[in-house]
């Protein structure tokens, strides 16, 4: 089993709450345009895929950007909202009890360095893991067929016998074009969606 982490297994803020209801607050997009203006968003996103394909670090695209910008700001405060990140433990206790039955659970999910050390040295996730794929490591990303590729290659698995979960359309669309099974979350759905998905799948948890 392929799957996604952001809007998947974590959410950044504001966080679906209990049930899947959002919990109000200010989104990504407009806190990035109270430290750059209302296009910053867009213009570091944008900047932030090398870094997602692993070319360079995160840190050096956020300074780059900041200072292309003329932003007296510093990239560890652009920087910190990637730390403002939510992990779901029920959709972890689903992976956990699918890993139980004997299915391998993989890690399929496009981060940048600074992110995946969050990930990995504070979140735990390769703990809950078999093998883990972050795009800046794997050197490409979601949607690209070329990251379904890699990591089928490395796993030595035919596409037909594996079953990935996102929440981007896009994603989907790729890893079905690849052989994959695949299943498009709804992140408000929350653990109860991805057991669900598991359902339809012959997968009981």
Known sequence: MLWDADGVLQHGHPAPGHGGAPVAGPTWPERLGAIGGPDFAEALFAAEKPALRGEEPFRTAVARLLVERGLSVSPDDVLALWDDVHVDPAAFELVDRVRAQG???????????????????DLGYDAHFDRTYYSSEVGAMKPDAEYFRRVLSDLRLPSGATLFIDDSAANVASAKACGIQAERHDPASGAPGLRSALARHGIEV
């Open 103 to 121: 299915i391998s659970c993989v890690l399929a999910t496009n981060q940048q360095d600074y992110r995946v050390r969050l990930m990995r040295n």
